[in-house]
Every structure is written in C-alpha cells, then in structure tokens.
C-alpha cells in the first residue's frame, strides 16, 4: 500500500522550533518532487514548500522564508521540515505530499503543530 | 502570485443531482487540479491538468476549462460525495489553492 506518515508534530512556545518528519513505504520518494501543505484549523489548504528529486531546489511561500527549512533523505525514503521562530500562524495541520503532473498525488494524514 | 477563487462558497444539493464548480485564475494558469476534503481526513486528488481524472476516481467526476476558467462537474451526486473541493494551480514556482466549496445534503 502507498503511503506517508507523518511525525513530530505538537505544542510549542512561540519563538520554538520543531522537526516534522514523513516517511514513505510502498513506493520510492527518489522519483517524486516532495511538498510539505498545510491547514489551519477550520481553513483552507496552503503550500508550504517544495523540494526536487535530488534536494538541490527548493522553494517556499513567502510566510515561511528564511524559518523553514524543507530536506530530504532518498536513502531513508523520508521527507523532513525543519521549523524555528514559529508563529501562532503556524499552528496547523502539516501534510507531506508526493506531487505528479503539478498536483498532490499522495497525501499522508497529517501531523498537528500547535504554536502557543 | 496568482489567485484562485472557487463559487459558490457553499452548494446545497440532493443525492442524485448534479454538482458544478466554479475555480476563476486572476491570471492565466496551465496546470489546475481538483481535490477532495471530507472532515477529518487528508484531501484527496480528483483530476489533474485541468480534466484528467486520478487514478481510481470514478467517471462522474469530470474537469474542464483552460486559461482563467475551470470547471469540477460532478454528474450524479452520491452519499460519499458531500464534502469540501478545492482547486489547485502551479506557476513561476508556486503553488496556490482556492478557499473552497462545500457540497452539502439539501
């Protein structure tokens, strides 16, 4: 079965920093661009940042720019953000996702961050 | 950046009917996508590149539309079909979503 978990979300203080990790198994992340999206609770969807197959790009909405930080492991089939001075408008649902053809094809469940 | 914005906001309808969305580009856009939300739940890809269909999604969800217009039909509403949709768009590197529409039970 395909599918990403996600990890490490929970509480943090404003001013905090937190490692979200997602972890792929019945099929290779080395193929794919990762995304990590995000959704605030009773909001809508946002895109957080991407990273290429080989991690040599990335990119990031503007709100999260030099705070976030989006890696890879292919070896691990793992994706990870790496989250400091978080804000209360951070507090969301992260999502990692596997994109396709400019879409989110494979979704994980999500892990919840709590800024307060 | 390119905004996108879906109407209605909310649709009430009965299982059985037809459900049309609506998702307006402010610029011209190549690639749009179509997702599923149900509460609780991570969203699901419905179509791709604009009237694609993913795979494993059923025929009566249909896409269409280029440039600034598009459109999620959905022929034949049934009971699992009730949730939130969103439309998604990539260009110069970014990625935006559309604020939604609830299809709920009229």
């Known amino acids: 079965e395909v599918q990403l978990v996600e990890s490490g979300g929970g509480l943090v203080q404003p001013g905090g920093s937190l490692r979200l990790s997602c972890v792929a198994s019945?099929?290779?992340?080395?193929?794919?661009?990762m995304s990590w999206v995000r959704q605030a609770p009773g909001k809508g969807l946002e895109w957080v940042a991407n990273?290429?197959?080989?991690?040599?790009?990335?990119d990031y909405v503007d709100s999260v720019k030099g705070r976030f930080t989006i890696s890879r492991d292919n070896f691990k089939n793992s994706l990870f953000l790496h989250m400091n001075s978080l804000e209360a408008e951070d507090t969301a649902v992260y999502y990692c996702?596997?994109?396709?053809?400019?879409?989110?094809?494979?979704w994980g469940q999500g892990t919840m961050v709590t800024v307060s | 950046e390119i905004v996108l914005t879906q109407s209605p906001g909310t649709l009430s309808l009965s299982p059985g009917e037809r459900a049309t969305l609506s998702c307006r580009a402010s610029?011209?856009?190549?690639?749009l996508a179509w997702y599923q939300q149900k509460p609780g739940q991570a969203p699901r890809l419905l179509i791709y590149?604009?009237?694609t269909r993913a795979t494993g999604i059923p025929d009566r969800f249909s896409g269409s539309g280029s440039g600034t217009d598009f459109t999620l039909t959905i022929s034949t509403l049934g009971p699992e079909d009730f949730a939130v949709y969103y439309c998604?768009?990539?260009?110069?590197?970014?990625?935006?979503f559309g604020q939604g529409t609830k299809v709920e039970i009229k």
């Open positions: 996702a596997a994109l396709s053809y400019f879409s989110f094809d494979i």
């Open positions: 019945g099929f290779t992340i080395r193929g794919f661009w």
């Open positions: 990273i290429k197959q080989s991690g040599t790009e990335k």
């Open positions: 610029q011209s856009t190549s690639h």
């Open positions: 590149e604009a009237s």
């Open positions: 998604q768009q990539y260009g110069s590197s970014l990625w935006t």
